[in-house]
């Protein structure tokens, strides 16, 4: 059965039931606010965890099988959340900030930040919008005949793509995988994207946060000082980075004549398909060629390292430093290796669908 049919009950019920305080507590004329907020948080952190934990296993879920009943499911779990965050968010905004200490009211300040649309419409809308994007970035594929024995060839982002832009040496194949994946994924995206920022800038507005970005951005509690803070860093790592620019920009062009002297260097060059890790093109930009490779992956297929035991062998050493090691959840709820039997949500960068969409 179609879950969609069961949101103006769940709806109905958020705008029946007071969810993380009494409203009685916050509407008598009592001034012990303190005891107010405390009663409110505990309440909230209870209903906070199922709730969020119930989100997350659900996007999980969907996101290691992307299966139609798995992204219903996923969104459904999302909207509701997103109801529980709006009602929280006006239980919050009814507490006075009078006798609380400085944790307690940066507590209830950050339960308050809301950008949500009002409409409940909207809330599944935003969700539905994301799963469907995500499904398209992660289902893209590319075909590729070869001229040679006439066969056609399929390729996912993962891992052939990224396989691709790390090994392959011809600047022209680079090139194709680069920007057809863009043509591939990016047309259908656009207009869901496009839907997905209005309907955020639009919740942002109803709020007063003018649009999303502003939103997003006061997450640093930084107030005005933000940008400047960026601005600081960046001109600190700059010289650094333009050396660093230069140096494998001259590298690929002894490599890929079309690289140019000056300026920028081709996206496509780098090694990853968002330019973003350069490791992948070492062998290109090596500075010291006679030194001895890094590279351990030799000496772990020699002693028979798969997958699962370098996780367990990377958990010994945070155990070493004093953490506690995983939980057995972990263990039986990790994709550790991607399964070849289901569709799976390529891991994704912050930014992604906008990048998928650039030329």
Not at 39 to 51: I, P, S, Y
Not at 75 to 87: C, G, H, I, L, R
Request: glycine fraction near 4%.
């Amino acid at each position: 059965m179609n879950v969609w049919i069961f949101y103006p009950f769940i709806f109905l019920l958020w705008s029946r039931t007071c969810f993380c305080i009494s409203h009685q507590n916050i509407t008598t004329k009592l001034k012990n606010y303190s005891a107010i907020a405390l009663d409110f948080l505990k309440n909230f952190e209870v209903q906070a965890t199922q709730t969020y934990s119930g989100e997350c296993e659900a996007a999980w879920k969907y996101e290691t099988n992307l299966t139609e009943n798995n992204r219903e499911l996923s969104v459904f779990n999302s909207t509701f959340s997103k109801a529980f965050s709006v009602k929280a968010s006006k239980n919050a905004s009814l507490i006075k900030d009078v006798d609380l200490s400085n944790d307690m009211a940066r507590q209830i300040r950050i339960i308050r930040r809301n950008a949500l649309p009002k409409s409940p419409t909207d809330m599944r809308l935003i969700d539905d919008l994301i799963s469907n994007m995500t499904k398209i970035y992660s289902s893209g594929k590319l075909c590729k005949k070869n001229s040679y024995t006439n066969l056609t060839r399929c390729l996912e982002l993962d891992p052939d793509l990224y396989a691709l832009m790390g090994k392959s040496r011809d600047y022209d194949e680079l090139l194709w995988g680069w920007k057809s994946w863009r043509d591939t994924v990016g047309p259908p995206m656009r207009p869901l994207y496009e839907k997905l920022v209005g309907l955020l800038n639009s919740g942002a507005r109803d709020h007063e946060w003018g649009d999303y970005g502003n939103f997003q951005r006061s997450e640093y509690e930084m107030g005005n000082d933000f940008q400047s803070a960026i601005k600081k860093l960046w001109n600190e790592v700059k010289p650094l980075y333009q050396e660093l620019h230069a140096y494998v920009r001259y590298k690929l062009r002894e490599k890929y004549p079309k690289v140019p002297s000056n300026g920028t260097i081709q996206a496509h060059l780098l090694g990853n398909m968002w330019a973003q890790d350069w490791s992948l093109i070492y062998d290109i930009v090596k500075p010291f060629p006679k030194v001895p490779s890094l590279d351990v992956t030799p000496n772990l297929i020699k002693q028979q390292y798969n997958p699962k035991k370098m996780f367990k062998l990377a958990q010994s050493f945070f155990v070493s430093l004093g953490l506690d090691p995983m939980p057995q959840t972990f263990w039986n709820k990790s994709v550790i290796v991607k399964p070849k039997d289901r569709k799976m949500v390529v891991i994704r960068q912050p930014g992604i669908f906008a990048r998928a969409m650039s030329g």
